[in-house]
């Protein structure tokens, strides 16, 4: 009852594939008419997918423009259309090849390739918008062949993994043997490229890079290509005991540069055509990847072409090495998944370029390569049982997307589709969508799953045509006989235009019409077109498509582009300016609608001060992003809030209404002890206090919570006394140090004087000499006139 229930809903789904939209769509309630600009049916069918067209005569009203005849059928009904004269074209899908899928891989088919994938060629014709569902089938065939291409890192590092590679052989095409009969292995070796500084360029260690002790060692080399692909147990054996350690200088090896080749060497290294390609790298190392080629001087990008001659890269020291993108292309374009057997030391840096290559695993090689058999068969096991539906060469404004029916549905993003756990012989399906956003000529892409060379070939073209059935009347009376109809509308013959053709060009004054078709007194139709009867036509534009409006002003190539493309695919161009499809957004479409950048811890946006455009905050003059939290440039509430916070503390105690000096901006708490980290404030309130409070900004622009000390900061009055006894005690002590000061100075000026008066007194010579008009009276002098007697 199960698998019948299945089959009836993929028979649902088929049928529902082939028409675009189940009747249930089509009646579905509310839906738009997206209208560009509608001169005809054409145009408007290509305009959206809810968009058809009523070619009823008489249909319009006087004074409405024929561009009405195009909306919903539910609208146009409503104004009066009858069913059978509306116009949507479905969309079509038709299977031009489909061979049955392929039990198991025999002999025979060894000569033609099995099928796994089906149908293989499909094409389909799509209205612009309208979705087209259809459904493929995939089996893995039972004994498929497998072609294992065994790449080994022989720098000195692994000299104990290849000693144990050498003695593998046997039990690594029995682990082959095992999954299919049909296998082969090849073997090839890298090193890195022979140039400082990434190996020594002496001529001697050139030719022997080892260590000394090491006595069996290879020349240095970049990659060598030793085996093509094989059956032969024995001839592999020889081949791999043969090689010999070789060396180099920095830890990075050339990994990529040898898987490249062995990509694109396809002739070379033998893949077959109908085989699971694998490529075992084992490494102990890091790779080198583009761009670090310039430290060796090497400027010129790889160019992913094959370069082996003599069983080697013929160009490894010329050509950088390529970049992940491209080795990733080339192995999805040659169906080869790769096993990144590495050591554990880095194994998390091929984890992360397993991430970026599809169908790719990582396992973890022993320090001597010994469990190299097991990991192979693990990692083979997990790649065959995970089916991963894909596509190349997809034209632009093309979408396609994938929904698996499978035991165990699984996704791998938003264009993929993935089953997991799919046995060998078990049918799965996937429903493939596809949608085409605009008008286009037929084009082809491809559809295959991740590495497996069956391909489904699409080949997708558009619907932008009216089939209307018109009258063959040339000259129609409802267009009075001077044009056709044509969906409902006249076209007109030459000189005469007008809903029914009643207008020609002689009717009215040729300045009068043209005046009529200048904008603001401008240029005549901006230079786009001509005037005809009083209206502009214009003329078509460089990509075919036409410039509109009632002045020509308007045209749909040039609106603003992204990554090249215009509206950057996701939307389309109106008058200059992007029209973005659902779940995008920005001027160019670039973005995908979420506010999930935008969202603060808290849970809201942008804090209530910003818009989320394009997933990040567009905050307000001064608000910083990311979340719009810090205003540098803002004023302090600090000091713009002091009227509300003084009022609040008063509030408290006195009971006043703060309405008008706080706007119920400020939520308020009176505290006893802060809870917020924030930077304290101070004021003083009209009786010189202080309040001390803080305050954290909430969501919105003028939205605060605050905390205010219940306790103000009040100084103590002044001591009168201790001021008057004060000044007079400083007063008397200034008096008396200054009446010292000058005695002291009047003091050691006299000392001075007096001592220089010592010092002349010393230096006088008479001063302790006898005067002679003045002797002592006891002097005897002999008078010679007195004798005595």
Not at 24 to 30: A, D, L, P, V, Y
Not at 360 to 383: C, F, G, H, M, Q
Not at 406 to 418: L, S
Request: aromatic share 6%.
């Amino acid at each position: 009852m199960l698998e019948m229930n299945r089959w009836l809903l993929f028979l649902l789904l088929m049928q529902m594939g082939r028409y675009g939209f189940s009747q249930e769509q089509e009646r579905k309630e509310g839906e738009e008419c997206f209208k560009t600009v509608i001169h005809s049916c054409g145009d408007c069918i290509s305009s959206g997918q809810y968009c058809v067209w009523c070619k009823q005569l008489n249909f319009t009203k006087p004074g409405e423009q024929e561009a009405v005849r195009c909306d919903t059928r539910s609208q146009l009904m409503a104004r009066g259309c009858s069913d059978d004269s509306i116009i949507s074209p479905k969309n079509s899908y038709t299977v031009v090849k489909d061979k049955p899928l392929s039990g198991s891989f025999n002999k025979e088919q060894t000569q033609q390739e099995a099928i796994q994938l089906a149908p293989q060629e499909v094409q389909l014709q799509l209205r612009p918008g309208m979705p087209s569902t259809f459904t493929v089938s995939f089996k893995r065939v039972e004994g498929y062949p497998m072609d294992l291409y065994y790449l080994m890192d022989l720098s000195y590092s692994m000299e104990d993994d290849l000693r144990n590679i050498k003695v593998l052989g046997t039990e690594l095409f029995k682990a082959l043997k095992s999954i299919t009969e049909h296998a082969q292995i090849g073997f090839g070796a890298f090193v890195d490229k022979t140039v400082l500084p990434f190996t020594n360029t002496n001529k001697k260690k050139l030719e022997k890079p080892c260590d000394k002790k090491e006595p069996n060692c290879q020349p240095a080399f970049g990659y060598r290509h030793v085996l093509s692909m094989t059956a032969n147990e024995v001839e592999f054996n020889q081949e791999v005991k043969k090689q010999n350690i070789s060396g180099n200088l920095d830890p990075p090896e050339g990994s990529l540069d040898a898987m490249m080749q062995a990509a694109v060497c396809g002739s070379k290294i033998g893949w077959r055509n109908s085989s699971t390609r694998l490529i075992v790298l084992t490494t102990d190392a890091g790779f080198h990847m583009a761009g670090d080629g310039k430290l060796a001087g090497i400027l010129q990008p790889n160019d992913e072409q094959c370069h082996i001659e003599n069983n080697i890269n013929a160009r490894n020291n010329e050509l950088d090495y390529p970049s992940v993108g491209q080795l990733a292309m080339q192995l999805e374009k040659n169906n080869i998944q790769p096993i990144f057997a590495v050591t554990k030391d880095v194994v998390e840096v091929y984890t992360k370029l397993s991430e970026m290559i599809p169908k790719s695993e990582v396992e973890v090689l022993s320090p001597d390569s010994k469990n190299i058999v097991t990991l192979i068969e693990s990692a083979y096991k997990r790649l065959s049982s995970k089916v991963t539906m894909a596509h190349i060469d997809l034209p632009a404004n093309v979408r396609v997307t994938y929904t698996p029916i499978c035991p165990n549905r699984g996704t791998a993003g938003d264009n993929e589709g993935v089953c997991n756990n799919v046995g060998v012989g078990e049918k799965i399906f996937f429903n493939v969508t596809v949608t085409a956003d605009m008008c286009m000529d037929a084009q082809q892409f491809t559809i295959s799953p991740l590495g497996i060379k069956d391909t489904l070939k699409v080949t997708i073209s558009t619907k932008c045509d009216c089939e209307c059935d018109d009258p063959k009347e040339v000259n129609h009376p409802q267009c009075n006989r001077k044009g056709k109809v044509n969906c409902g509308i006249c076209s007109c013959n030459k000189d005469f235009v007008g809903r029914k053709c009643e207008c020609g060009v002689g009717d009215k004054g040729e300045d009068a019409l043209r005046a009529s078709c200048r904008r603001e007194n401008g240029t005549e139709c901006e230079g786009r077109g001509i005037c005809v009867c009083g209206r502009c036509s214009c003329h078509p534009t460089e990509s075919g498509t036409s410039y509109h409006g009632d002045y020509c002003e308007c045209d749909d190539d040039h609106c603003e582009k992204f990554a090249n493309k215009l509206c950057g695919g996701n939307g389309r161009c109106l008058c200059g300016k992007c029209i973005c499809n659902k779940g995008f957004e920005g001027s160019a479409c670039h973005c995908k609608t979420s506010d999930d950048g935008c969202r603060t811890p808290g849970g809201t946006v942008c804090n209530g001060r910003g818009t989320c455009k394009c997933n990040q905050c567009e905050c307000k003059e001064g608000y910083q992003r990311p979340f719009c939290e810090v205003c540098h440039g803002c004023p302090d509430p600090c000091q713009t809030k002091q009227t509300c916070i003084e009022c609040l503390f008063q509030m408290g105690s006195l009971g006043k209404n703060c309405t008008m000096a706080c706007t119920d901006s400020v939520k308020h708490k009176i505290v006893d002890m802060f809870t917020m980290t924030k930077k304290p404030c101070k004021l003083k309130d009209s009786e010189g206090c202080w309040i001390t409070f803080k305050m954290e900004q909430l969501v919105g622009e003028d939205n605060y919570q605050a905390e205010i000390l219940r306790n103000k900061e009040c100084p103590e009055l002044p001591n009168l006394y201790a001021i008057v006894g004060g000044s007079v005690g400083g007063g008397a002590v200034i008096g008396l140090f200054i009446l010292l000061l000058t005695k002291l100075i009047i003091y050691l000026k006299d000392r001075e004087e007096f001592k220089k008066f010592e010092n002349e007194k010393t230096r006088s010579k008479w001063a302790e000499a006898d005067n002679p008009l003045f002797r002592n009276a006891t002097t005897f002098v002999a008078n010679p006139t007195f004798t005595g007697e």
